[in-house]
């Protein structure tokens, strides 16, 4: 199937001439040195093509939270699910750095991966895996690790070497394992597996270098280091311990990052040349935007010796690059100053969008200027219609990648100075594949994507037009949007909730206030009411009137209560039309009924308009009883000061005297 589809994109490929074509770099661990160069290089590269670029950026920090207790660490799992958004971009090539989101996501497999991604051209960085549709760059791990082994040993006549690996089931981590391994037996050395100790490719890994050195009676010649980042962990164990890197225990690692060169002592390192990863990959992209097809590619590496493998000169061409002292001190004060700032301001966001929780529209035009304001070229919200809970599962578990919905909302749009904004139930939706000319047409050239989430709840992302130096303080803006968006959602729980408790408030307001079985007012809801209705009408001629149905005993008694009930129904829906829909008219007991309203004829015409209801009720019925009603009357001019009991003790008296024409039997 993945065969057919690529096959199928390459030829529209061919022909595709009506809008620049869209590259989506997907990569996680963005925190660290090796993805961030990548990123670097690629922008750098693609910047100069005439082709739109996304990066879906997997910023995992659980590895700069060491030794710090905080419950968002626990939540770094969301991140895998950033790369489901690409369904809704128009996306032409994938170019995946499959390495670096294996690093963090345990048991995430190249193939199931791919099959959730959009089924065009792909190049895989970091894992030489064959797939259909695919090609891969990948340096050569294992040779670039034999040439730093084989250093130690030809070099330096080491025999006792330690090793600290990255993460169990990284395909880089075993690679460059084996290599290791490969290169003592080699050389007829023993491999002792108490010398191998499991790190996570993060700077963490002092335990990971105490561990090796607790195993050993002596201490060992070297120590090797799957990247440059663990190295940092273990300089610090050995300072902690007294020896000296260089001298005392020789350190290697494997990538040549940027701070490399100046760490004490500089790292020998086996170099990634990233400039040459961007090259590839921008040539294998434009191969296949032609319509053409690439090939896989390894490529070679480069040990970089410097002191501190024991070495006393040290070479490569970034160590050649020198900067003037005073201006490096200049550039660090205002990089730090513009830190700093943008700390501040990424707090003073949160409390702006807090302030505004309660209502979508003015939280989303409050963030619209705020990116304005943080001078951003351009940037779009895309939510869920609702949030997500996104359960902690292991990563080869479908449950820990969401599902997502056939359309996302674009409650907010910022290109310049000019923005757009919309509450949640009225902004725009976009459908799969629909939002690619949406950002063609806002996010010039190259944007970054952030997963927006807080702990549990996943919300949507975010894309900003940056620099990549930008992306540390857009991944915190991130989480502050997502706080924002949870109070926002809290906002919105409680005011349907708030008016879910008043309609239930009105609910048992009118049930207190109203007979059960004929809806009309019980005898606590008139009374309330009555007061009211008088002094509303002040000066008015009232009608005070009493009514009973006659005989409900001898109904109840001959024929059961439920006829009594469809008796009384059928009296309240007689006296409702006697009297009028503008009157005050309740039941205040098991036969008796009450009514108010505005005197506009006289009671015995009333009267007699309720003897002629119950008549036609009686012909068309077939109940084997008659509905009679006796009623009375009495006439007052509005408020009436002698309490409502007073005014109707009159027309009670006069339906006591109704009530002796009724007739003796009401069975038919």
């Given at each position: 199937?993945?065969?057919t589809?690529?096959?199928?994109?390459?030829?529209?490929?061919?022909?595709?001439?009506?809008?620049?074509?869209?590259?989506?770099?997907?990569?996680?661990?963005?925190?660290?040195?090796?993805?961030?160069?990548?990123?670097?290089?690629?922008?750098?590269?693609f910047?100069?093509?005439?082709?739109?670029?996304?990066?879906?950026?997997?910023?995992?920090?659980?590895?700069?939270?060491?030794?710090?207790?905080?419950?968002?660490?626990?939540?770094?799992?969301?991140?895998?699910?950033?790369?489901?958004?690409?369904?809704?971009?128009?996306?032409?090539?994938?170019?995946?750095?499959?390495?670096?989101?294996?690093?963090?996501?345990?048991?995430?497999?190249?193939?199931?991966?791919?099959?959730?991604m959009?089924?065009?051209p792909?190049?895989?960085?970091?894992?030489?895996?064959?797939?259909?549709?695919?090609?891969?760059?990948?340096?050569?791990?294992?040779?670039?690790?034999?040439?730093?082994?084989?250093?130690?040993?030809?070099?330096h006549?080491?025999?006792?070497i330690?090793?600290?690996?990255?993460?169990?089931?990284?395909?880089?981590?075993?690679?460059?394992?084996?290599?290791?391994?490969?290169t003592?037996?080699?050389?007829?050395?023993?491999?002792?597996?108490?010398?191998?100790?499991?790190?996570?490719?993060?700077?963490?890994?002092?335990?990971?270098?105490?561990?090796?050195?607790?195993?050993?009676?002596?201490?060992?010649?070297?120590?090797?280091?799957?990247?440059?980042?663990?190295?940092?962990?273990?300089?610090?164990?050995?300072?902690?311990?007294?020896?000296?890197?260089?001298?005392?225990?020789?350190?290697?690692?494997?990538?040549d990052?940027?701070?490399?060169?100046?760490?004490?002592?500089?790292?020998?390192?086996?170099?990634?040349?990233?400039?040459?990863?961007?090259?590839?990959?921008?040539?294998?992209?434009?191969?296949?935007?032609?319509?053409?097809?690439?090939?896989?590619?390894?490529?070679?590496?480069?040990?970089?010796?410097?002191?501190?493998?024991?070495?006393?000169?040290?070479?490569?061409?970034r160590?050649?690059?020198?900067?003037?002292?005073?201006?490096?001190?200049?550039?660090?004060?205002?990089?730090?100053?513009?830190?700093?700032?943008?700390?501040?301001?990424?707090?003073?966001?949160?409390?702006?969008?807090l302030?505004?929780?309660?209502?979508?529209?003015?939280?989303?035009?409050?963030?619209?200027?705020?990116?304005?304001?943080?001078?951003?070229?351009?940037?779009?919200?895309?939510?869920?219609?609702?949030p997500?809970?996104?359960?902690?599962?292991?990563?080869?578990?479908?449950?820990?990648?969401i599902?997502?919905?056939?359309?996302?909302?674009?409650?907010?749009?910022?290109?310049?100075?000019?923005?757009?904004?919309?509450?949640?139930?009225?902004?725009?939706?976009?459908?799969r594949?629909?939002?690619?000319?949406?950002?063609?047409?806002i996010?010039?050239?190259?944007?970054?994507?952030?997963?927006?989430?807080?702990?549990?709840?996943?919300?949507?992302?975010?894309?900003?037009?940056?620099?990549?130096?930008?992306?540390?303080?857009?991944?915190?803006?991130s989480?502050?949007?997502?706080?924002?968006?949870?109070?926002?959602?809290?906002?919105?729980?409680?005011?349907?909730?708030?008016?879910?408790l008043?309609?239930?408030?009105?609910?048992?307001?009118?049930?207190?206030?109203?007979?059960?079985?004929?809806n009309?007012?019980?005898?606590?809801?008139?009374?309330?009411?009555?007061?009211d209705?008088?002094?509303?009408?002040?000066?008015?001629?009232?009608?005070?009137?009493?009514?009973?149905?006659?005989?409900?005993?001898?109904?109840?008694?001959?024929?059961?209560?439920?006829?009594?009930?469809?008796?009384?129904?059928?009296?309240?829906?007689?006296?409702?039309?006697?009297?009028?829909?503008?009157?005050?008219?309740?039941?205040?007991?098991?036969?008796?009924?009450?009514?108010?309203?505005?005197?506009?004829?006289?009671?015995?015409?009333?009267?007699?308009?309720?003897?002629?209801?119950?008549?036609?009720?009686n012909?068309?019925?077939?109940?084997?009883?008659?509905?009679?009603?006796?009623?009375?009357?009495?006439?007052?001019?509005?408020?009436?000061?002698?309490?409502?009991?007073?005014?109707?003790?009159?027309?009670?008296?006069?339906?006591?005297?109704?009530?002796?024409?009724?007739?003796?039997?009401?069975?038919?």
């Amino acid at each position: 199937m993945r065969s057919t589809q690529i096959k199928n994109r390459l030829r529209q490929l061919k022909s595709l001439k009506k809008r620049r074509p869209v590259v989506a770099y997907l990569t996680g661990n963005i925190h660290s040195d090796h993805p961030m160069g990548i990123v670097r290089c690629l922008y750098e590269l693609f910047g100069r093509e005439d082709i739109d670029v996304r990066y879906y950026l997997g910023t995992e920090c659980v590895q700069y939270l060491e030794g710090i207790e905080l419950e968002e660490s626990r939540f770094d799992y969301q991140y895998l699910s950033l790369f489901e958004y690409t369904a809704f971009d128009d996306i032409d090539v994938l170019i995946i750095g499959f390495g670096t989101i294996s690093i963090y996501h345990e048991g995430v497999d190249i193939r199931s991966f791919l099959s959730r991604m959009p089924q065009v051209p792909c190049i895989i960085l970091e894992n030489d895996t064959e797939i259909d549709g695919t090609v891969y760059l990948m340096v050569d791990n294992y040779e670039g690790m034999k040439s730093t082994v084989r250093h130690l040993i030809t070099e330096h006549g080491c025999r006792r070497i330690g090793y600290v690996s990255g993460p169990i089931h990284n395909a880089e981590a075993e690679t460059r394992l084996r290599a290791f391994r490969d290169t003592l037996e080699e050389y007829g050395l023993p491999c002792d597996e108490r010398l191998i100790a499991y790190g996570d490719f993060s700077e963490h890994s002092d335990e990971a270098a105490r561990q090796i050195l607790e195993a050993c009676v002596e201490i060992p010649d070297a120590i090797v280091s799957a990247n440059d980042e663990m190295c940092s962990g273990i300089y610090r164990e050995l300072n902690h311990l007294g020896l000296e890197v260089g001298r005392d225990i020789l350190v290697t690692g494997f990538d040549d990052m940027e701070m490399a060169p100046f760490m004490l002592p500089p790292l020998t390192t086996v170099r990634q040349d990233l400039h040459l990863y961007g090259d590839m990959a921008l040539e294998r992209t434009l191969q296949y935007l032609r319509g053409e097809q690439p090939v896989s590619s390894y490529l070679k590496p480069e040990l970089i010796v410097r002191k501190s493998c024991g070495c006393s000169a040290h070479v490569g061409r970034r160590d050649a690059v020198e900067k003037d002292e005073k201006n490096l001190l200049i550039d660090d004060v205002s990089a730090l100053r513009k830190h700093q700032q943008r700390t501040w301001i990424g707090s003073l966001i949160l409390r702006e969008l807090l302030v505004e929780s309660a209502d979508s529209e003015a939280f989303f035009q409050k963030l619209a200027l705020q990116m304005i304001y943080l001078n951003v070229s351009a940037s779009l919200l895309c939510l869920l219609e609702e949030p997500v809970i996104v359960p902690e599962n292991p990563a080869s578990s479908p449950e820990a990648i969401i599902s997502l919905p056939d359309t996302l909302c674009v409650p907010m749009v910022q290109a310049g100075k000019d923005s757009a904004a919309w509450s949640m139930e009225e902004a725009p939706r976009v459908s799969r594949g629909d939002l690619g000319g949406l950002l063609t047409g806002i996010t010039p050239d190259q944007s970054f994507v952030f997963l927006l989430f807080y702990e549990q709840y996943q919300y949507g992302v975010l894309f900003v037009e940056n620099l990549p130096e930008d992306i540390p303080f857009y991944y915190m803006l991130s989480m502050e949007i997502g706080s924002g968006l949870r109070y926002l959602y809290i906002s919105k729980e409680r005011e349907l909730y708030r008016k879910q408790l008043q309609e239930q408030n009105e609910v048992l307001h009118y049930t207190a206030g109203h007979d059960a079985l004929t809806n009309l007012l019980n005898r606590t809801g008139i009374l309330l009411e009555m007061k009211d209705y008088k002094n509303e009408r002040t000066g008015k001629k009232l009608v005070a009137m009493m009514a009973d149905l006659d005989h409900l005993k001898q109904i109840n008694d001959s024929f059961g209560h439920e006829a009594g009930d469809t008796a009384l129904l059928a009296a309240a829906d007689i006296l409702r039309e006697a009297i009028g829909p503008e009157s005050l008219i309740g039941r205040t007991g098991g036969d008796e009924f009450m009514a108010l309203f505005e005197k506009k004829e006289e009671p015995e015409a009333i009267r007699a308009r309720i003897r002629a209801l119950c008549d036609r009720h009686n012909e068309a019925s077939s109940e084997p009883y008659y509905v009679d009603i006796s009623s009375g009357f009495s006439i007052f001019t509005a408020p009436g000061g002698d309490g409502i009991r007073a005014l109707f003790t009159s027309a009670d008296e006069d339906l006591y005297r109704d009530k002796l024409n009724r007739r003796s039997d009401v069975r038919r």
